[in-house]
């Protein structure tokens, strides 16, 4: 027997007292069903067809049916459905698809040092930086850090992969710990592609220690809105064949006065791919990068601003990887993640094939409605 195919049974055999007697316990809630819908209007500097004018666009930016439940004390599901960026640039032809879909068995619940072990099985967002595992529906700033976030081309789908991943806090939930062996890149075996020929799954993780309370969802949030205080740094690591990304992260939540809330949030990524292995046609992130974004909040408004920088490995053969943002944001948290506007302002700055830096500006408006 291969060493993959005795892991799993393994696992297997070693879960399956844990699964039959969660599953002699009862439903412990009924399904539930949300909807998040973030429409966005998008102002462009020099986007229009003329290269001069402003670009004037309106598109749904997440639209996002989520069906969750328990099957039992012990065993439950998540699954949601998006379509993100629904007719930008009058562009309609997006489709509906499952981005999250997998089943959580707790295993150990209040076990002294082990405070909680949960065992997710099914499509996973990675658990590789603390902003990828943020929900959208409770980001600080108006959208991710995605310019600085990046997988290598086909190996997740919006940062979703298939695969198992294990998830638990630690004394006394101080000690936050997710790791994952997930499908990864796969060469194709009928014309002998070099990439990963033996097939080797991938390995995503990330450790973080919370110094005040620990955030014991499957997603983080981005901001708590006044109901917890976090201090935590964190460290993640994603590794597959002919490629590896590391990261470290610092994130702060903490309410000041019960109408005063200061958010920080800063993230370094080094990408390291070994374009031997992966091919000359195949793309990938090479480079580091680092983000900060900083809000404060009084009552239901916050001003939040932020800053994106990814420096590419070779500036001269690959300049277009460069990307440098800045970014101006108002938050009104109407009804908090229920219901909220966020207006932002942004330069944007590229570097196209000759290495001549472009600046355009951009204004977003997006509302959300989270129910």
């Given amino acids: ?62 639209a996002r049916v989520i069906v969750a439940g328990a099957v039992s004390d012990r065993i439950s599901f998540f699954a949601e459905t998006d379509i993100p960026n629904w007719g930008k640039d009058g562009n309609w032809t997006g489709s509906l698809y499952i981005q999250d879909a997998y089943i959580d068995y707790l295993l150990v619940k209040d076990g002294g040092f082990v405070n909680n072990l949960h065992l997710d099985a099914g499509m996973i967002l990675l658990p590789f930086s603390h902003n990828d595992r943020q929900s959208a529906a409770t980001l ?119 109408v005063l809330g200061l958010v920080f949030q800063a993230n370094y990524f080094h990408y390291s791919p070994e374009p031997e292995r992966l091919g000359p046609d195949f793309e990938a992130p090479n480079g580091q990068a680092f983000d900060l974004e900083a809000g404060l909040r009084y009552r239901n408004l916050e001003p939040v601003i932020s800053y994106e920088r990814f420096n590419p490995e070779d500036p001269v053969l690959r300049p277009m990887d460069f990307a440098e943002n800045l970014r101006f944001g108002l938050n009104w948290w109407v009804m908090g993640h229920t219901a909220n506007l966020k207006a932002e302002y942004a330069r944007l700055k590229t570097r196209d094939a000759l290495s001549v830096d472009k600046t355009r500006g951009q204004w977003t408006l997006q509302a959300q409605v989270f129910y």
């Fill in 140 to 258: 600080d700033t108006l959208d991710y850090h995605s310019s600085l976030i990046q997988f290598p081309t086909d190996s997740t789908k919006v940062w979703r992969d298939t695969g198992l991943e294990a998830r638990g806090l630690f004394w006394d939930k101080h000690l936050d710990i997710r790791l994952g062996v997930f499908t990864g890149l796969r060469g194709n075996a009928s014309d002998g592609s070099p990439l990963n020929p033996k097939d080797n799954p991938r390995f995503t993780g990330r450790v973080q220690y919370n110094f005040l309370d620990a955030e014991e969802s499957f997603f983080y949030g981005g901001n708590y809105l006044g109901a917890k205080k976090i201090l935590s740094i964190g460290a993640g690591l994603d590794t597959m064949a002919g490629y590896r990304a590391t990261t470290l992260d610092l994130f702060v939540d903490y309410p000041l006065r019960p």
């Fill in 1 to 62: 027997m291969k060493k993959p195919g005795g892991m799993l049974l393994l696992i297997t055999l070693a879960l399956f007292p844990v699964m039959s007697r969660a599953a002699d316990q009862p439903a412990s809630q009924p399904i539930s069903v949300h909807f998040l819908l973030q429409p966005q209007f998008q102002f462009t500097e020099k986007g229009a067809p003329d290269a001069a004018s402003w670009d004037k666009d309106a598109f749904i930016r997440r």
